[in-house]
C-alpha cells in the first residue's frame, strides 16, 4: 500500500489491546494490535497507528495523511457508566413523580422473593431529582401551566449544587413537547453551556422510565465524551488526518463524531456492536450459512452476538452494568451478552476451596502476570503460557516479552497449591472454567431464545479466539468453526464495513380496527423528511441509500410491543393495513408460539430507519504486521488425557488453500494461536480462514 491510494482505517479500543485495520486499494486488509493505554486511550490509538506506518514504510503522519475515512469504537462511554465516572448530573421531572428512575418498571430485583438483596439505586439520586409545577395529560392538553419561576428557581439550585449536567423527562412530552422544550430554553438562558438533555428528544418513547433513563444516562457522558471526541479530532488531525471521522454505534452502524457527542448514549456498547457484521460476511462466505454464532474473545470480557437468517437481531432490553443494578438504555442495540471471561480474566481460589475465573481483569495494566508489568495474580493468558499454547518469544509477533516464568509462579501460589494439583493440571482446569463461563453466554443468547446452538456455524473472534473455540464448539455440539484470518481485529474489521445508520421515532398510539389513514400519512410523511434530510447531507456521497419504515404494536391491553415493517412504507389502504396486521400476527407466533388471528392490532411508535452504505460489504483477505520472529516447529504443549506432548507447530501464513490437518496442533501467527486437540481438524480455506472441525462429544477441557 505504499502507491499513494486513499486508505481506510477502523479501530477498536477494547480493555486490555487497540485494534486496527487498514484497507487500501490491495487485495489484503492489513491489522494491528497493540496494548491499550487507560488512562488516555488517545496513546494507544497513535501507538497502533505508530506500528501501521512503520509496516507500510511511512511515517504516521503520511499513513494518516492518506486516509478518507477512520471508524472508531470504544468502550469508554460503558466503562463510565459502570465505574460512575460521568458528571454530577440532575433530573428534571413533572411535580409528583420524582421516582421514576428509582421505581424502574415495577421493580429492580431479579429474584423477587430475596429481600437479603439490596434495591437497585437510581441512576440520578433523589437528592439530585427537583420536580417542576407542570402538567401534560395524555391526549396532550395542558392540565396544568408551566411555571417558569420555579424552573428558574430550580435553575439556581443546580448552580449551587454545581451540577454539570441536566436531564428533563416530563410527562406526555411526546405528545405535547411545548413544556419540556421551555424548560430547556430557561436552563440556556440561565445556565448557558451546562449540557441539557431533553427526553421528547433524544427518545420519543411511551415509557416514562426508558425516556428518563436514556436521558440521564445520555446527559451524563456529555461532558466527558464531547471532551474526548474533540480530543481525539484534535490529535489525529494534528497527525495529519484530514478524512472523516466515524464512531461505531450500538446500533450496528456509524455516525458522525459531531453526531454522537450530542447524543453520546449511542456510544454505549460501540465496540462489541461491530462483530456480528464481520461476522455475517464470514458466515456465508466460510460457513454457507445465514445463521452464525459471533464470539469476540477479548482480555477483559467474551462477548456473543447472533445472526439469524442473515440479519443481526437488536433487542430493546440493553442494561449497562450488572443485569440487576445497571440500568436501561432505553435504545435499540445490536443484542450482544458478554461474561467477564477473557485473556485478562483473574483466577483465583475461595475459602471453600472452589475455584473462580473472572470477573475481575487484570486489564491491560498492570495486565496478567506474565507481562512483568506489576501483575501479581494469574490470569486466563497466564494459563495459557503454562499450557504451552502461547510461544512467549512470539507474543504480538515478539513485539511484547512475556514471562512463563512469572506465569507458573502465581499459578502455583494461587490454584495450583490451594487445590493440590500440578501446575499444568491446574492451568487446564483454569482454562477449562473460562470456556463453561463462555458457553454460558452463548447459551443465554441461543437456548433461552428457542434457538439450538448445533444449528449455526460460529465464528470465532478476538485475540483469544483460537483458545477456546474448539472446547466451546464441542461443548455446545457445533459441527463447525470458522476462524477468521482477522479474527483478532473482528469488531475492527466489522466497523470498517459498517453502514451509516440513523434512527428516527415518534409516538402516535393508533388502532387497525378504526385506522386514520389521513393522520398515518401525515406521521410517515414526517418521519420521512427528517429521515431523507439526513440522508442527503450525513449521507452525501454514499454508494447507496435505504429508507424502511416500521412500527412497535401490540394486541389489546398487552404491556410490550413488537417491531413489524410497513411493507413498501405505506398504509394508505384498507389492504395495506391489513397486510400489516397479518404480518403482525405471524411475528407474534413466531416470537411467542401463539397468535390471535382476529385480533386488531394497536401501534404506539412509528419508526424510520435510514441507512447509507458506504463500501462493499466483503472483506478482502487480511494479514497481521509481518513478524521477524522465528517460530520453532515443535512445542511443548499439555492436553487433557494427553500430557504434555511435543505438538507440531505451523505459521498460518504457511498454509496453502485446501491444506488439511489432524490434531494436536498449534497454528501461530502474530497475534493468536489456533489450538487443535486430538480429535480436531482443520484446513484453510480460499478466503484464508481456518475451517475446524471440532469432532467428537464432550470437550477437551469440558
Not at 503522519?61 to 486516509?67: A, I, N, T, V, Y
Request: charged share 20%; aromatic share 6%.
Amino acid at each position: 500500500m505504499v502507491d499513494g491510494s486513499k486508505l481506510r482505517f477502523a479501530v477498536d479500543t477494547g480493555g486490555t489491546f487497540t485494534d486496527l485495520v487498514v484497507e487500501g486499494s490491495d487485495p489484503e486488509l492489513r491489522f494491528y494490535k497493540r496494548p491499550t493505554t487507560p488512562l488516555d486511550p488517545i496513546d494507544g490509538l497513535l501507538d497502533v497507528f505508530a506500528a501501521a506506518a512503520a509496516d507500510h514504510g511511512l511515517s504516521v503522519g503520511e499513513l494518516l495523511g492518506r486516509g478518507e475515512r477512520l471508524v472508531f469504537g470504544t468502550t469508554r462511554a460503558t466503562n463510565a457508566v459502570v465505574t460512575g465516572t460521568t458528571a454530577r448530573t440532575a433530573l428534571l421531572c413533572t411535580q409528583g413523580h420524582p421516582d421514576v428512575l428509582l421505581f424502574r418498571e415495577g421493580g429492580g430485583r431479579t429474584a423477587l422473593f430475596d429481600y437479603t438483596q439490596e434495591y437497585p439505586a437510581p441512576y440520578v439520586p433523589r437528592s439530585l431529582t427537583f420536580e417542576i409545577p407542570e402538567r401534560v395529560l395524555a391526549d396532550g392538553t395542558v392540565s396544568t401551566p408551566l411555571d417558569e419561576a420555579a424552573v428558574r428557581g430550580v435553575a439556581r439550585a443546580l448552580r449551587e449544587r454545581e451540577i454539570e449536567a441536566v436531564a428533563v423527562c416530563l410527562l406526555w412530552s411526546i405528545v405535547n413537547p411545548a413544556h419540556e422544550r421551555r424548560v430547556g430554553e430557561i436552563l440556556a438562558e440561565e445556565l448557558p453551556g451546562l449540557p441539557v438533555t431533553l427526553s421528547h428528544r433524544l427518545n420519543p418513547s411511551v415509557r416514562e422510565y426508558r425516556r428518563a433513563s436514556s436521558a440521564a444516562i445520555d446527559v451524563s457522558l456529555k461532558p466527558l465524551m464531547s471532551r474526548f471526541f474533540r480530543a481525539l479530532e484534535a490529535r489525529l488531525r494534528a497527525e495529519g488526518f484530514a478524512g472523516r471521522l466515524l464512531i461505531m454505534a450500538s446500533s450496528g452502524g456509524v455516525l458522525d463524531a459531531e453526531a454522537v457527542a450530542e447524543a453520546p448514549i449511542h456510544s454505549i456498547g460501540s465496540g462489541p456492536a461491530a462483530a456480528p457484521v464481520a461476522g455475517r460476511h464470514f458466515a456465508r462466505l466460510d460457513g454457507g450459512s445465514d445463521t452464525a454464532l459471533v464470539t469476540d474473545a477479548g482480555g477483559t470480557t467474551y462477548d456473543v452476538s447472533l445472526v439469524r437468517r442473515g440479519r443481526i437481531p437488536t433487542t430493546r432490553e440493553t442494561i449497562v452494568g450488572h443485569p440487576t443494578y445497571g440500568f436501561i438504555t432505553g435504545f435499540p442495540s445490536v443484542d450482544v451478552k458478554s461474561v467477564g471471561a477473557g485473556g485478562g480474566s483473574i483466577a483465583w481460589v475461595d475459602e471453600g476451596g472452589l475455584l473462580h475465573v473472572g470477573p475481575q481483569s487484570a486489564g491491560a495494566e498492570p495486565g496478567p502476570a506474565a507481562y512483568g508489568r506489576g501483575g501479581d495474580r494469574p490470569t486466563v493468558t497466564d494459563a495459557c503460557l503454562v499450557l504451552g499454547y502461547i510461544d512467549p518469544g512470539y507474543f504480538l509477533g515478539g513485539e511484547m516479552e512475556v514471562s512463563v516464568d512469572l506465569a507458573r509462579r502465581v499459578l502455583v501460589r494461587d490454584v495450583a497449591g490451594p487445590l493440590g494439583l500440578d501446575v499444568h493440571e491446574a492451568a487446564s482446569a483454569v482454562l477449562g472454567l473460562a470456556i463453561e463461563r463462555m458457553v454460558t453466554a452463548i447459551e443465554g443468547i441461543t437456548l433461552a431464545q428457542g434457538i439450538d446452538p448445533a444449528e449455526a456455524v460460529m465464528i470465532g473472534g478476538g485475540g483469544g479466539a483460537g483458545l477456546y473455540s474448539v472446547g466451546i464448539a464441542r461443548r455446545l455440539g457445533l459441527a463447525r468453526v470458522v476462524i477468521p484470518d482477522v479474527a483478532a481485529a473482528l469488531s475492527a474489521s466489522g466497523a470498517l464495513v459498517s453502514d451509516l445508520q440513523a434512527l428516527f421515532a415518534t409516538t402516535e398510539v393508533m388502532s387497525t380496527a378504526a385506522f386514520d389513514a389521513e393522520r398515518a400519512a401525515a406521521v410517515l410523511a414526517g418521519l420521512q423528511a427528517v429521515a431523507e434530510a439526513f440522508l442527503a447531507t450525513a449521507g452525501a456521497g454514499a454508494r447507496e441509500t435505504e429508507l424502511r419504515f416500521t412500527v412497535e404494536a401490540r394486541y389489546p391491553h398487552q404491556v410490550w410491543e413488537i417491531e413489524v415493517p410497513i411493507r413498501d412504507g405505506r398504509l394508505e389502504t384498507p389492504a395495506q393495513v391489513e397486510a400489516l396486521r397479518a404480518d403482525f400476527h405471524a411475528a407474534h407466533e413466531e416470537l411467542f408460539a401463539v397468535c390471535d388471528a382476529e385480533a386488531h392490532v394497536e401501534i404506539v411508535t412509528w419508526r424510520a430507519h435510514a441507512r447509507c452504505v458506504l463500501q462493499e460489504h466483503g472483506l478482502a483477505r487480511a494479514r497481521p504486521e509481518v513478524s521477524s520472529r522465528a517460530v520453532e516447529p515443535t512445542r511443548r504443549a499439555y492436553f487433557p488425557g494427553l500430557g504434555v506432548v511435543d505438538t507440531p507447530v505451523r505459521l498460518l501464513d504457511s498454509l496453502a488453500v485446501g491444506e488439511r490437518h489432524e490434531g494436536p496442533l498449534l497454528v501461530e501467527s502474530p497475534v493468536t494461536t489456533v489450538v487443535l486437540d486430538e480429535r480436531a481438524t482443520v484446513e484453510r480455506a480460499p478466503s484464508g480462514s481456518l475451517l475446524i472441525e471440532p469432532l467428537g462429544a464432550g470437550g477437551a477441557h469440558g
